[in-house]
């Protein structure tokens, strides 16, 4: 997740082309395109995302609005979970990589809030 954009590993359950493989897309990171991106969502979809600190806000904010559970990982639980430490590192690959540990190990998320307004701003 960076500041303009971020990556979306899925697999495209409503595709008429069967895969095995996940599909990718890019989401600017403004609420207008992520408000887009989240209502193409289906109802029970939950997002998982590297915890980049404050670039994850809009996402983290949009996500309230609209009822999707999104959960963030550290950068170093993301590290230790990868199968080869030394493999190349991309963002297709990192959000694919997020995606497989959100499948994998859903009782090791932790769901996320946006924090009230006040209590934001300090």
Do not use: Q, W
């Amino acid at each position: 997740m960076a500041k303009e954009k971020f990556d979306v590993s899925f697999f495209d359950l409503t595709s008429k082309k069967v895969s095995n493989h996940p599909s990718h897309k890019v989401v600017k990171n403004n609420f207008k395109s992520i408000g887009r991106f989240l209502e193409t969502l289906p109802s029970d979809a939950v997002l998982v995302a590297e915890h980049t600190g404050v670039y994850g806000d809009t996402l983290l904010k949009c996500c309230m609005d609209s009822n999707v559970k999104i959960a963030f990982v550290g950068g170093y639980v993301i590290h230790r979970y990868r199968a080869t430490p030394d493999r190349a590192k991309t963002d297709v690959l990192d959000c694919a990589l997020l995606r497989d540990f959100g499948e994998r190990y859903p009782d090791k998320l932790k769901y996320k809030t946006f924090p009230e307004e006040a209590l934001y701003e300090l």
